[in-house]
């Protein structure tokens, strides 16, 4: 059981199941590995309203985090919600003492009906004391936005372009994700430092299934703890993903 590989999911609870933790355990466990946590907020939600917020103490956060990789073979780490810069500075904290470990970051900065997630503040401590520390970071064209200090960008070329900027500037594998874009296709890009960017493409898919961002982290996650490279993980995440969509129209 402890030599298991697992992945640490560092992450808010959503108790409908549509997004959070309870999305990042079932793809972890579908691709054969086991899942131990770090609960980062509760919080009380249906599918069309976030009612309410419980934020852990980052102290508590951080307990979590020692405590599951002393328990496991952590092969990769998934961080979701945060909620506050306290909470990012605890798990920046945790993951430096741990650098061997590819952690995958999905910047959760609000849900899809509107609720803040992340206090607007604590941006820049994201990109300072988080970012760097990540493997990779899987921000959506808004939080693309958020990160560099701009408008969200109004095509592909300019998205290109603030992903190579994040990406520079943090020195982390940037995966702009084009799902709030527009066209026939979603495309998502891979910016690495010093590479050249990487494009994938699948059909755009009708419909606005919640919880898509919190699996394909988890997706790309699981897939590095696999020993898969950086831009096979991304290719199976994102394949993965599509399916389940694809199987729901
Ligand atoms: N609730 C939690 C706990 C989350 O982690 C997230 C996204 O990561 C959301 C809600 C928002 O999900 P959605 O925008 O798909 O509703």
């Known amino acids: 059981m402890a030599m298991t590989p697992h992945v640490l999911i560092v992450a808010g609870s959503d108790s409908s199941g549509g997004a959070g933790i309870a999305r990042d355990i079932e793809i ?19 599918h069309s309203a976030v009612e309410r917020i419980e934020q852990m103490p980052p102290e508590l956060i951080a307990a979590q985090m020692r405590a599951a990789f002393a328990a496991n073979t952590v092969a990769a780490v998934k961080i979701g919600m945060l909620g506050t810069a306290a909470a990012i500075e605890a798990v920046g904290s945790v993951l430096a003492s741990n650098p061997q470990i590819p952690a995958v970051l999905d910047p959760v900065l609000a849900s899809t009906s509107g609720r803040v997630l992340l206090e607007d503040d604590a941006i820049d401590t994201l990109r300072r004391d988080l970012i760097p520390v990540c493997r990779l970071v ?21 998205a290109g372009r603030q992903g190579e900027k994040l990406s520079g500037s943090v ?17 998502d890009v891979l910016l690495q430092p010093n590479r050249p960017a990487a494009r994938f493409e699948a059909p755009r898919l009708p419909g606005g299934m919640r919880g898509t961002g919190c699996m394909l982290s988890s997706a790309i996650a699981a897939s590095l703890a696999l020993g898969v490279s950086l831009e096979g993980s991304v290719r199976s995440g994102k394949q993965y993903v599509f399916d389940i969509i694809a199987r729901l129209q």
């Open 28 to 46: 972890v466990s579908a691709f054969g590995l086991r899942s131990c946590l770090a609960v980062t907020a509760v919080t009380v939600q249906t």
């Open 171 to 187: 020195g982390t594998a940037v995966l702009v994700k084009g799902g709030h874009a527009q066209g026939a296709q979603a495309v």
């Open 138 to 158: 899987t921000p959506n064209l808004i939080e693309l936005a958020k990160l560099t200090g701009s408008v969200p960008a109004p095509d592909q070329e300019s």
